[in-house]
């Protein structure tokens, strides 16, 4: 399960340097990214609670 969450939050983690790198060229950032976004934040918050009970 730590393995899981570690990798989740390396993928957040690049995903928002994505964003950020759209955000320094000028360009808007996509409203689809933003539910991308959430979705890593929630499959993280999922995974802690998991792993919190689990304990």
């Known amino acids: 399960m ?3 969450l570690v990798v989740i939050a390396v993928l957040l983690l690049g995903y928002a340097a994505v964003l950020v790198s759209f955000l320094r060229r000028g360009k808007k950032i996509p409203p689809a990214a933003y ?3 959430a ?3 929630g ?3 999922a995974g ?3 792993w919190a ?3």
Do not use: C, G, K
């Open 2 to 4: 730590f393995y899981f």
């Open 35 to 37: 539910l991308a976004l």
């Open 39 to 41: 979705a890593l934040n």
């Open 43 to 45: 499959l993280i918050l």
């Open 48 to 50: 802690v609670l998991a």
């Open 53 to 55: 009970v689990s304990r």
